[in-house]
């Protein structure tokens, strides 16, 4: 067994490879480039190496500084993780010649299956069932409208040596195939320095279901099961859970044969995951094969008792598969949310800066469920504009579909989050969303439910219930609080707080009887429901905790003048809890209308132009492609939201800017 190994990677991935190295005693190596210099993954790590300046490709993707770093500090074999390195066949070639080794599967097998062009035609070849397409080189836009004719639309335009969603564009026109060419070559040129892209049917209605496979060295391969990853926003993975709600035991039998059948044909023998992409009706055809860790391998971990990462070392080091496929069993059900750094009120754009609060949910065991967070940040460090987003992955297992995704809602409400935009909220809302619980998924489910973009929807019926109880909670607190400081005129023994109350929730009345004359606080609501709330918030938390009857309730708080404004359940609201005198003021108080204006674009992101597509006097038609500004690693079209002139340019190709910097005027 390895001494010493050193992770190619940086935040959750690389803290998550040193705990199971940790674990087994094996000395870790981190590395970083200027803007990790101060990231956790390079203090949890026994050592760590300095690689280069912040852009991945000046740091993370050269092989060469990886390579001097292991000759530097003695380590015998490196874990690329995902991303970066992973997926090159030239990275596990240039390790075997310094004579160290590389845990992952062997450059034949990268070569074969990491390349989707080259991935196709293997598992044609190997009887797997494949969507149609061209699997050839397409040199122009012309060539790629054609090709999309003659398939017939919606198609897909993919990367060849793409993944996590970069270079990847749905078309149902030929205009859309034209631009959505030019855009996925560039991402795919940009992310993976290779701008090859493919075309193939788009399976209407389709959901994403993936086989973990694992290969030793000794020509054993196995499936641990599925996941089922349809929840996707822009081609890239939400949320995910293991097993899929869509399969049955003979289909999922019939998915994993060929998983391994393929893996078998190119001498397979690490961890890999064979996606497919599904039809309402269990057909299934072969999507890809990623050739390292998957981001959402977790779930697979929580239903099977098995550490991927330490699979991964074992057979890297030789030692055969501790497990045949009789040894596999699937227990229970385990739902994954990955939590970015990104505003979902805004078109789900990048946001960045620093983590003022960042307090996730306590880990381990949580009555019959488990609570598991990979993570890579802390609280005071930064969000930067050179990686990806990704801030954590919340995990719940538990024995039933509906308590893991209960339990995920209960975390996601105790996860707090401030100095960025984030989009729990958003994952708040998608775990409450009857079509999600009901299992009824595919991958166009955000788009279909949320076509106008995602607003955080005020609350109704019982969540409004445990929000204006809450309230009254919190308002009591903060009262006993300030009657506790000493030095006020008239002591707080003669004070007593008037029992009726007015909560205005989101504009809504909740008339409440507040009592903590017995012990426990009794919030009587207007039709007489007694509810006991219990819990040891103190003011100043983020997060409010406790029971509201008999339910467990999270809840998260945040101050405002003369309330709190709160967010459970996906839902948020302004509260401001009133005597019966106060909410008849309150109501005459006039409301200050916002204002706005319609003539600058603005850059909704931190960010760097790369394209001004209008000149100065040029009429633009509504949905008119105005500019391209890149955010983490990723292309964003800024396009006309009405007919208008441009009047003045204040941006050039090439200029990065903040958020809400002015790039063009109109008249």
Known sequence: MFEKILIANRGEIACRIIKTARRMGIKTVAVYSDADRDAVHVAMADEAVHIGPAPAA?????????????????????????????????????????????????????????????SKKAASAAKVSTVPGYLGVIESPDHAVKIADEIGYPV?????????????????????VAEGFARAKSEAASSFG???????????????????????????????????????????????????????????????????SLARAVNYDSAGTVEFVAGQDKSFYFLEMNTRLQVEHPVTEMITGLDLVELMIRVAAGENLPLTQADVKLDGWAVESRVYAEDPTRNFLPSIGRLTTYQPPEEGRQGTAIVRNDTGVEEGGEIAI?????????????????????????????????????????????????????????????????????????????????????????????????????????????LHFQ?????????????????SELGDLVVTEADGTALTVASDWRPGQPVWTGTIGSQRVAIQVRGLLNGVALQHAGAAAEARVFTKREAELAALMPVKEQAGSGKQVLCPMPGLVKQIMVAEGQEVKTGEPLAIVEAMKMENVLRAERDATVSKIHAKEGDSLAVDAVILEFA
Request: glycine fraction near 8%; hydrophobic fraction near 40%.
């Open 58 to 118: 000046q740091s993370y993707l050269l092989i060469d500084r990886i390579i001097d770093a292991c000759k530097r500090t003695g380590a015998q074999a490196v874990h690329p993780g995902y991303g970066f390195l992973s997926e090159r066949e030239a990275f596990p070639k240039a390790l075997a010649e310094a004579g160290i080794v590389f845990i992952g599967p062997n450059p034949g097998a990268i070569a074969a299956m990491g390349d989707k062009i080259e």
């Open 156 to 176: 897909m335009i993919k990367a060849s040596a793409g993944g996590g969603g970069k270079g990847m564009r749905i078309a149902h026109s030929a205009a859309e």
């Open 194 to 260: 290779d701008d090859r892209v493919f075309v193939e049917k788009f399976i209407t209605d389709p959901r994403h279901i993936e086989i973990q496979v694992i290969g030793d060295k000794h020509g054993n391969v196995v499936y641990l099961g599925e996941r089922e990853c349809s929840i996707q926003r822009r081609n890239q993975k939400v949320i995910e859970e293991a097993p899929s709600p869509l399969l049955d035991e003979a289909t999922r039998r019939k998915m994993g044969e060929q998983a391994v």
């Open 386 to 494: 050179h990686y990806d987003p990704m801030i954590a992955k919340l995990v719940t297992w538990a024995p039933t579909r509906s308590e893991a995704i209960e339990a995920q809602a209960e975390a996601l409400d105790a996860f707090a989050i401030d100095g960025i935009r984030h989009n729990i909220p958003f994952l708040a809302a998608l775990m409450a969303h009857p079509r999600w619980r009901e299992g009824r998924l595919s991958t166009g489910f955000i788009a279909e439910e949320f076509p106008e973009g995602f607003v955080a929807p005020e609350p109704r019926g019982e969540i409004a219930r445990r929000m204006a109880a809450a309230a009254a909670a919190i308002d009591h607190k903060l009262n006993q609080r300030k009657r506790g400081i000493s030095g006020q005129m008239r002591d707080p023994s003669l």
């Open 499 to 515: 029992r009726d109350r007015i909560v205005i929730l989101a504009g809504e009345a909740y008339p409440v009887t507040v009592d």
